[in-house]
């Protein structure tokens, strides 16, 4: 079976997602105004795709080093509600699925996202 980083369409196909991940982001009222700030701030922008990207990429088995910060770092004073975290990991879900990706594809995913949140939300 291929690596779930394959099975996203490696880093081509992990880009593409996050790009419109973020579009959905800031399309989704719950969370949109976390996000429509980087609009005004393309370096900024850049920079949370780069990092989300290479997160992405190297926790799905791929050859990318995540340059980032950890999630309780990244997320610090942010103050994450449960609702803003469903919302994202709902975005996410739902450009998955547009994408064409498979349930077993959606659920690692959904697995992982999951498995972060402690990290994210409250902190």
């Keep these: 079976m291929d690596t779930l980083y ?4 490696g880093a081509n196909g992990i880009s593409r997602l996050v790009d419109d991940v973020v579009e959905a982001h800031m399309n989704n009222p719950a969370v949109s105004a976390r996000f429509l700030p980087y609009r005004e ?4 922008m850049a920079q949370v795709k780069r990092h989300t990207c290479e997160f992405f ?5 791929g050859p990318e080093q995540y340059t980032g910060r950890d999630m309780p770092a990244a997320h610090q004073g ?21 994408h064409d990706h498979d349930q077993q594809t959606r659920a690692e995913v959904l697995f ?3 498995s972060l949140k402690g990290g994210i939300v409250h902190v």
């Design 112 to 114: 992982v996202l999951y």
């Design 41 to 44: 701030r393309p370096e900024v």
């Design 6 to 9: 394959e099975r996203l369409g």
């Design 57 to 61: 990429g190297a926790g799905s088995g």
């Design 78 to 98: 942010m103050n994450i509600s449960e609702g803003e975290y469903l919302a994202v990991v709902d975005d996410i879900m739902g450009v998955l699925e547009r």
